[in-house]
């Protein structure tokens, strides 16, 4: 493919964002092109000094109905689509006298921060372009013959193209642009349409499109071999697609998906009621606390699992204090995220340049509905957020004791832990953090033990002289199938369980945790996660 240069002559330049306008229309005119436009973009162009010709002028029509009709005209529409090299086109405009469009500037209605800001049905609907992306994709269809920009970030490569070339583009950029046209119309489009099926309640929509915006390559995956990119995109929630970087070293993939759900985790506890903190590796949390404050919750969340929690994320539900900061800089860590940061706090992180620490401006609803999407061979599984709240009213106590209010505190605590902790899940917590956690095995009993184990390992490795899980609560994400996993449980020293309840066993494990003189309620909720 040789890289032809098109002769940038005439511009119809549209925009809703003006930034860069001006320095754009000033490198057009400094090419001797003319320019024509509309509505307040015109405005713009002819305050900056520029000649501009308005669009009424070429189509011979006003602007009509609020502005929605301007560009759909043939006069626009050919000018954009009369393919150069086919002489049959050419003759064609010169026969209706409209004259070829060699370069669209256009960005579209700012819908997706319209809709973000909370507007009403009415003002999203006003907000939907329709003339810019008809224009747009014209363009791009014609890439080879017409150069389109929709990103004021590509205007400098533009400009210094235009005065490289003689004013003109080469075939290799119009066609980079193209594409990029595309991309945009098709995140538009998908952007309305979501909110659409928001605004219908249409759940099982028959077609669903989703769309992120790079925010640039990953070094790779999970692994090496693996290539991966970070797309920020869909319904604003406050986490690691909104937050800012404040210093450490680029965020890998599995930086990304652990802190996720560390931040995720946190926001499980509101800041007003309790500081909070998750430290989570691989994407399991290893240790919950809650406290009066930040270090004694960062204090009680890693004594859960000191080892486990070396090199792992740590997300508190408050912003970082610098007494905080001391004390999760006292080892490995490889990413703190927070709703904020004291400056105090950020110099005393910045000693250590590795570590990354991201601030949010504030923390997610868990209780906010939204949609959860994996990829599988030859398709999607799309589902609700798993935003289930359990409060003590919902709870059903089942065995002949009832909990204390000090277990039942420990069981809610536990149970919302227990939602983030991979299938099949047993947390142990006592005294507002967790005492052992137990995740990702394929037996219920299985994770029973790993729990204990490491639970009595963490005693071990804090001087104590008992196990954390002596006195504690239990929490299970799915009912207990057999009594098996709740014995191992009533072993390691819970008190009282939070399970789901639902089965066929029911009766028998009750029977077990009333033999042991232990608390039992039932959720009526299951929080598998795989």
């Known amino acids: ?176 642009l193209g594409a990029k046209a595309f991309a945009r119309t098709a995140a538009y489009d998908a952007a309305i349409a979501a909110w659409l099926a928001r605004q219908t309640g249409e759940d099982a929509a028959t077609t669903r499109v989703f769309v992120g915006t790079s925010s640039g390559s990953l070094r790779y995956g999970e692994n090496p071999h693996q290539f991966a990119g970070f797309y920020k995109g869909g319904p604003g929630r406050e986490g690691v697609g909104t937050a800012r970087q404040l210093q450490g070293k680029a965020l890998s993939y599995n930086n990304l998906l652990d802190t996720d759900a560390a931040f995720e985790a946190v926001a499980e506890f509101p800041a007003e009621e309790s500081a909070a903190v998750v430290i989570v590796k691989h994407a399991n949390p290893c240790g919950v606390a809650l406290g009066d404050t930040l270090v004694e919750a960062y204090r009680g969340a890693l004594r859960t699992d000191p080892v486990s929690a070396y090199g792992g994320i740590v997300a508190t539900n408050r ?21 904020g940061a004291s400056e105090e706090a950020a110099e005393i992180v910045a000693a250590k340049p590795s570590l990354r620490l991201l601030v949010t401006g504030g923390l997610p609803d868990p209780a906010e509905p939204g949609l959860a999407v994996r990829s599988v061979a030859g398709g999607y599984l799309v589902q609700s957020r798993d935003n289930g709240r359990i ?18 505190r420990d ?35 299985d994770s029973a033990h790993i729990a204990a184990r490491k639970a009595a390992d963490a005693a071990v490795s804090a001087g104590l002289d008992a196990a954390l899980t002596k006195g504690s609560v239990v929490a299970s994400d799915a009912f207990f199938p057999f009594a098996d996993g709740l014995l191992t449980a009533i072993e390691a020293g819970a008190t009282a369980v939070i399970q789901p309840g639902g089965s066929m066993r029911d009766d028998q494990v009750i029977a077990a945790a009333d033999e042991h003189g232990i608390a039992m309620v039932f959720t009526g909720m299951r929080h598998f996660r795989h």
């Open 411 to 445: 069981l809610l605590f536990a149970w919302r832990v227990a939602k983030h902790v991979k299938s099949n899940a047993i947390v142990y917590a006592r005294a507002g953090a967790t005492a052992g956690i137990g995740a990702g095995q394929m037996s219920r009993v």
């Open 1 to 176: 493919m040789t890289d032809q240069i098109l002769p940038v002559r005439r511009a119809l330049v549209s925009v809703s964002d003006k930034a860069g306008l001006e320095a754009l229309v000033a490198a057009l005119a400094e090419q001797g092109v003319e320019i024509v436009s509309t509505g307040g973009t015109a405005k713009a162009i002819a305050a900056s000094g520029a000649k501009v010709i308005d669009v009424a002028e070429v189509t011979g029509f006003p602007e009509m109905l609020d502005g929605r009709v301007k560009t759909l005209n043939p006069r626009i529409h050919g000018g954009l689509l009369a393919d150069r090299s086919k002489p049959e086109h050419m003759a064609t405009l010169e026969e209706h006298g409209i004259q070829p469009i060699d370069l669209l500037v256009s960005n579209l209605y700012p819908f997706e921060k319209t809709i973000a800001a909370g507007a009403d049905f009415a003002t999203g609907i006003e907000n939907i372009d329709i003339g810019g992306p008809a224009m747009t994709r014209a363009a791009a269809k014609n890439m080879d013959s017409v150069a389109v920009v929709v990103d004021p970030e590509d205007y400098g490569e533009v400009i210094d193209a235009l005065r490289a070339n003689g004013g003109g583009l080469p075939l290799s950029l119009r066609r980079r």
């Open 391 to 408: 409060t003590a009213q919902d709870l059903q106590v089942v065995t002949k004791r009832a909990p204390t209010d000090e277990e039942l």
């Open 319 to 339: 912003p970082l204090d610098a007494e905080a900061a001391l004390a999760i800089t006292e080892i490995f860590t490889e990413v703190i995220i927070a709703p």
